[in-house]
């Protein structure tokens, strides 16, 4: 007798259908395929993982006064491993070696770098121009990083207009020969503010043909530039540029 075409087919897809069954059910492992097992068993992957962190609170039993001043400055909300690495080797044995510390510059502009999808508000630095060269903990204590104290440098804050002056040709004039500053505007800068050129007389002084100044290339003060501010013209931070 001859099996029918179609009696043929239809026994290849139930041959399929029929090992697909049995290849789930015997060589697929318990564990991807039951729920229960499946649980069970990445728990015990994770449990039996060595652990490398000693989490928030005890590095405290041994470091108090460290955890005490950092608890009520900017970075309570770090933990101390955010910046020291996994340390419970450490923790458990100190003298099986010291944590990790990021001393080097390139560390804290990871969150302080300014960029545009951080939260307005949150305190971020242009790495390039704040306070270039020095590592950060030369100003900033970590554990409590409010400045220290009084910056003696007009470019802790304004370090835009002390890169461009300083190539410009005005680059060896101090800031202060120009705007007299009392200290607290460096505490307190909105409430105290420097004076600042009123006059042509001022850049005249230096600059007038009759100037006594050599270092200064001269102009005739009286006609010069006829009655405008001689800042309308040129930039007193980048002169050259007019
Ligand atoms: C059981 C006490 C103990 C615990 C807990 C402990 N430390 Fe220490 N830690 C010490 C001692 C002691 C030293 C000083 C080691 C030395 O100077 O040789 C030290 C030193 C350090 C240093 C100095 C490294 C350096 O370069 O000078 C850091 C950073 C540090 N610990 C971080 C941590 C952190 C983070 C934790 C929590 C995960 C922690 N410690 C938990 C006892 C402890
Ligand atoms: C924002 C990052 C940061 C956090 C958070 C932080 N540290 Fe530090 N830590 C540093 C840096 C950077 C230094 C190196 C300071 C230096 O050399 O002047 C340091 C130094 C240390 C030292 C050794 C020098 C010292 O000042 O005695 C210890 C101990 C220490 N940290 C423990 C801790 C503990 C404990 C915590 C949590 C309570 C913690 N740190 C949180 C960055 C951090
Ligand atoms: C894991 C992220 C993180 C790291 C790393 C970090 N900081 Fe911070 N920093 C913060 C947070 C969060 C605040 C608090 C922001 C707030 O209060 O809104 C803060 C606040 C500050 C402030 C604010 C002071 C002010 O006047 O507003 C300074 C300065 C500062 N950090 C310096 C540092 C320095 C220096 C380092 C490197 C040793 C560092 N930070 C590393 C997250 C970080
Ligand atoms: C020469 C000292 C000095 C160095 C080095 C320095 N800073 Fe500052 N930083 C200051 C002073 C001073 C202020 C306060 C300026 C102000 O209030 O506007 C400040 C302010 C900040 C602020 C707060 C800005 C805000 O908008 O509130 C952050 C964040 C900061 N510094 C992070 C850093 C980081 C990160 C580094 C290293 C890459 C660093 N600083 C290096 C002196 C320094
Ligand atoms: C602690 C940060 C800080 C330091 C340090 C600082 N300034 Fe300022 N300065 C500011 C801020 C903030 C303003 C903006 C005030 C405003 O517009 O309300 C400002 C404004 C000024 C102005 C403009 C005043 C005006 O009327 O528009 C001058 C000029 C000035 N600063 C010069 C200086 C000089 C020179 C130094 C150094 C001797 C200096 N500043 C140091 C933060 C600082
Ligand atoms: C040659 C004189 C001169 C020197 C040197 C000088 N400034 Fe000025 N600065 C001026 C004049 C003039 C203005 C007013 C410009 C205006 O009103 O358009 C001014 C304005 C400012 C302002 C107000 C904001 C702005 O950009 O117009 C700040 C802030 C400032 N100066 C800071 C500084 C700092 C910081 C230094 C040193 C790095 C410095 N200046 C050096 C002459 C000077
Ligand atoms: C109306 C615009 C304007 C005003 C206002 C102005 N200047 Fe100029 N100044 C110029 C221009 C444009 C040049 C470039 C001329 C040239 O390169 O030949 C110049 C050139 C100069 C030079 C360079 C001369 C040289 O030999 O290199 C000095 C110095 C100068 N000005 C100082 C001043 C002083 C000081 C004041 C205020 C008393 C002032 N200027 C006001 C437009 C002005
Ligand atoms: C304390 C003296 C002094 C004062 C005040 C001063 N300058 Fe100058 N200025 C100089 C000196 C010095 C140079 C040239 C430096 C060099 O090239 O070696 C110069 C250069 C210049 C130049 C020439 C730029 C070029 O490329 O030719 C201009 C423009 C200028 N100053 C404008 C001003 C203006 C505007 C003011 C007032 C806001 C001012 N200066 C105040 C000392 C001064």
């Known amino acids: 007798m001859k099996v029918p075409?179609?009696?043929?087919?239809?026994?290849?897809?139930?041959?399929v259908i029929l090992a697909a069954v049995l290849l789930t059910r015997y060589l697929i492992p318990a564990s991807v395929v039951d729920p229960r097992v499946y649980r069970a068993s990445s728990a015990q992957r994770e449990v039996s993982k060595e652990i490398k962190f000693a989490g928030a609170t005890t590095c405290s039993d041994c470091h108090d006064d460290i955890n005490t001043k950092k608890k009520v400055g900017f970075h309570k909300g770090l933990s101390c491993e955010t910046c020291h690495g996994p340390s419970v080797k450490h923790a458990e044995d100190p003298s099986s070696g010291k944590p990790f510390a990021p001393r080097e510059?390139?560390?804290?502009?990871?969150?302080?770098?300014?960029?545009?999808?951080?939260?307005?508000?949150?305190?971020?630095?242009?790495?390039?121009?704040?306070?270039?060269?020095?590592?950060?903990?030369?100003?900033?204590?970590?554990?409590?990083?409010?400045p220290p104290q009084v910056p003696r440098e007009c470019s802790a804050c304004h370090a835009q207009i002390e890169r461009t002056k300083a190539l410009s040709?005005?680059?060896?004039?101090?800031?202060?020969?120009?705007?007299?500053?009392?200290?607290?505007?460096?505490?307190?800068p909105r409430s105290v503010k420097p004076t600042k050129p009123e006059s042509r007389e001022f850049c005249a002084k230096c600059?007038?043909?009759g100037a006594s100044r050599k270092d200064a290339p001269k102009v005739d003060a009286a006609t010069h530039g006829s009655r405008f501010l001689c800042w309308e013209c040129h930039y007193p931070h980048m002169p050259g540029e007019a």
């Open 207 to 209: 600059h007038d043909t």
């Open 105 to 146: 510059r390139k560390f804290c502009p990871q969150c302080h770098e300014y960029n545009p999808s951080r939260p307005t508000g949150f305190p971020q630095i242009i790495p390039t121009i704040h306070n270039p060269l020095k590592p950060c903990i030369t100003c900033h204590n970590p554990h409590d990083p409010v």
């Open 169 to 188: 040709r005005h680059a060896l004039l101090e800031c202060t020969t120009c705007h007299s500053t009392p200290t607290r505007h460096k505490q307190l």
């Open 5 to 15: 075409e179609q009696i043929k087919r239809l026994a290849v897809v139930l041959f």
